[in-house]
């Protein structure tokens, strides 16, 4: 597959049409794309998938909006409007146009966009005919199951082994490398030639082949049930298998958040426990102001009374303690208390008399007394409501520290237990061992399954060459026997080729992996491609799994790239130069690449810099001006046949117009205009 | 020996027809390989076991 041009037309950040012309020359194999944030290279990028799969990666936002904006928004309501990406590559000595377009009538001002449509024609020895099926035939020049290696943004290539996928990578591998086609022979048209044969012999009338042929195809018909039976096991088991291996990482999960859910269930008491006491803190705080607040502010008045008090009586002031009753008694009596007689109107009447209005001055004095016992207790009161406002003050600060110590650590709690299911551990655990026991049982069904074909197929064969050995006078007969031979001849050669291919092409893509890793990465970690095509990353010969960085998963993505198109370039080559038997297909494929230099540092760059002109022998680079400086742009520029430029106009009045250098000239990247757009420049020498 | 060999020796080691029709179905594999279910391709390969083994 050999990339030829890219035509786009108001598709996405581009406006009107933009033509990307990608032939280049073997000793310059790359094409450099330069383009800064947002100018359209993730856009571009997805041109080409978009072409050929119809599909966006998933970085691309709002991907219903595949007409441009500006185009979308200047249509008036019930004009059509279209875009479409058409791209123009070769393959096995035939041109391929595939254009993808959408067109529209406009009658929202959102995008309600019709299903895209898809053209695809091939142009032979001067012949153009449309491709039917023109999807499948863009599948089998180029899978899409491969389309992630070779169609790819740098700084989501970790992101290349962690989806679900070796199947389908395996698959893709297959069709790659010419496998797929012995796979398919093997599973459906020789099998279904030989049960065409088989039918034929039974209309032959008679005698032994006819009983044969009878008893080959009931085996057939049981072996085809039989495989039925174990696809279906095969599904089952998967989901089983799916569904034990997400219980135990719920369950994994949630034993290891166990501790900590205890601990949260913990804390809510606990904060329940210290609000109340928060509260009732308050309360008594409330109550103790309400009911005693008022002794605050006694403070100096009560000391004042007790002075005041103790002066007067240290100063005599205070009349002594006769009392009134005791001198109305005398009055009465008309004596007095030495026997002297005080009648009424006598002078010592008089003086009882005076003496009996000042001994109300005694309940003075006793009232002062009392009023200074009272002036002490009362400042003991108020000393007592200081101590204990201060101790409820202390209780509610501690209470309220530790409400908010609980809070933290809640939160820490809730931090640790984001993302994680919280369930019912018993349940889990149920619910684990029930799908495991499926599990088991049905894997038990799948052998057992397995044992029956192998017996089924054993009887089969010995029926073959029983039909194959039997005697036969008819010659239409013995034609018919030796057909059957020939077909069944190939299909066990073909099941015998198609084992030592597999293992072929994963040893050689391993082989390939591992060199072109250890060419870029510095640390001593080797690469292994599993037997079911899954790329593992080991710290040392087979040492443990590496723990790899973004970088590193990067660097593994460009080497399994790397690997792919090299071996996949080897077989093709073969294929020309040597009779291989038919059995080699392979082919020259392009890498495209946003951002090649995704997350590494300025080391791995150069390597990969250096590096990714020998990945294949078309590579298209899109990438920012950050990206490529120095070193690095000396290694790409020596390798490139075509330089591009997205410039971006934008219509903002204060934005700086910038330029970037590319062979020694400025050439214009950031221009102002009347709306915001990109435009696709090719850069001349 | 490399595994391309081991293949090529298996195809060396079928007979002269079964050889052929080996190399017949692989071209008619790679014909119909964009065709999911080709429908014709059975009996195309009858057709050349029945030429090969008349």
Redesign the interface.
């Known amino acids: 597959m050999k990339l030829l041009k890219l035509t786009i037309d108001n598709f996405r950040v581009f406006h009107g049409r933009h033509v990307l012309k990608l032939d280049v020359t073997e000793d310059k194999p790359t094409i450099l794309i330069f383009g800064m944030n947002g100018a359209g290279k993730t856009t571009l990028l997805n041109a080409f998938i978009w072409a050929l799969y119809g599909k966006f990666t998933d970085d691309v936002e709002h991907q219903e909006r595949i007409i441009n904006d500006r185009v979308w928004q200047e249509a008036s309501f019930g004009t059509t409007v279209q875009a479409g990406v058409r791209l123009e590559f070769e393959h096995e000595g035939a041109v391929f146009s595939v254009r993808r377009e959408v067109r529209a009538i406009k009658e929202t001002e959102a995008q309600k966009l019709p299903a895209p449509q898809l053209v695809v024609n091939e142009t032979r020895q001067g012949e153009s005919n449309t491709i039917t099926?023109g999807q499948?035939?863009i599948?089998?020049i180029l899978p899409e199951g491969l389309r992630r290696f070779f169609f790819f943004n740098g700084e989501r290539m970790e992101r290349m082994f962690t989806r679900d996928g070796s199947g389908e990578v395996q698959n893709a591998i297959k069709t790659l490398m010419g496998l797929?086609?012995?796979e398919?022979?093997i599973d459906d048209?020789?099998p279904?030639?030989t049960?065409?044969?088989t039918t034929a012999a039974k209309k032959l009338g008679g005698g032994r082949l006819q009983a044969l042929a009878q008893v080959q195809e009931d085996l057939e018909r049981k072996i085809a049930a039989a495989r039925d039976r174990q696809r279906k096991l095969a599904a089952d088991i998967s989901s089983y298998q799916a569904e034990v291996e997400a219980t135990n990482k719920a369950l994994l999960d949630n034993r290891e958040a166990a501790p900590l859910q205890m601990r949260r269930a913990k804390l809510a008491k606990d904060r329940e426990q210290e609000r109340l006491r928060l509260l009732e803190l308050q309360e008594r705080q409330r109550r103790a102001l309400a009911e005693r607040g008022f002794i605050a502010f006694t403070a100096g008045l009560d000391q004042t009374v007790i002075d005041l008090a103790e002066g007067m009586r240290r100063r005599q002031e205070l009349p002594a303690g006769i009392q009134r009753d005791y001198i109305n008694g005398l009055l009465d009596d008309g004596y007095c208390m030495c026997g002297t007689a005080v009648p009424p109107g006598s002078p010592a009447h008089a003086a009882l008399t005076e003496r009996l209005s000042n001994a109300g001055l005694a309940d003075v004095q006793a009232r002062w007394m009392n009023l200074r016992g009272n002036a002490a207790r009362l400042v003991d009161a108020r000393n007592a409501l200081l101590e204990e406002l201060r101790s409820i003050s202390s209780d509610l600060q501690a209470a309220g520290a530790k409400i908010d110590d609980i809070d933290a650590e809640e939160s820490d709690i809730a931090r640790q237990l984001k993302g994680v299911d919280v369930v019912d551990v018993p349940k889990l655990e149920d619910r684990r061992a029930e799908f495991d026991a499926k599990r088991v049982e049905a894997l038990g069904a799948h052998r057992d399954a397995e044992r029956e074909i192998e017996r089924l197929q054993e009887d089969l064969t010995r029926s073959r060459r029983q039909f194959r050995a039997a005697k036969v006078e008819d010659d239409e007969a013995r034609?018919l026997q030796?057909?059957?031979?020939?077909?069944e001849?190939?299909l066990d050669?073909?099941h015998?080729?198609l084992q030592?291919?597999t293992?072929?092409v994963r040893?050689e893509l391993d082989a390939k992996v591992k060199n072109v890793f250890s060419r870029i990465c510095i640390k001593p970690f080797t690469p292994e491609l599993s037997s079911r095509f899954e790329l593992k990353l080991h710290a040392n010969v087979a040492g443990p799994a590496a723990i790899r960085s973004t970088g590193e998963n990067q660097i593994l993505g460009l080497s399994f790239v790397g690997a792919v198109s090299e071996m996949a370039k080897e077989i093709h080559v073969?294929k020309r130069k040597t009779d291989?038997?038919?059995?080699d297909?392979g082919g020259i494929y392009p890498v495209v690449m946003d951002a090649p230099f995704g997350n590494l540092d300025i080391e791995y760059q150069d390597q990969v810099a250096e590096s990714v002109p020998r990945l294949t022998s078309q590579i298209v680079t899109l990438l920012s001006q950050s990206q490529a400086r120095g070193q690095v742009l000396r290694h790409l520029q020596a390798s490139a046949s075509r330089m591009y430029v997205l410039r971006s106009v934008t219509s903002k009045e204060d934005a700086k117009e910038q330029t970037i250098t590319i062979n020694n000239r400025a050439v214009p990247y950031v221009t102002r205009g009347d709306f915001e757009h990109t435009i696709l420049e090719e850069v001349t020498a | 020996m490399n595994a391309q060999e081991t293949a090529k020796e298996i195809l060396n080691s079928l007979s002269p027809e079964a050889r052929e029709l080996a190399k017949r179905v692989l071209e008619l594999e790679r014909e119909y390989l964009h065709v999911q279910n080709p429908t014709r391709l059975p009996d195309r390969i009858i057709d050349a076991a029945k030429e090969l083994a008349k």
């Open positions: 099926n499948d035939r599948e089998k797929e086609m012995i398919r022979a048209h020789l279904a030639a049960r065409k044969l034609r030796r057909q059957m031979g020939l077909v001849e190939v050669a073909f015998r080729i030592v291919r293992a072929e040893q073969r291989g038997g038919g059995l297909e």
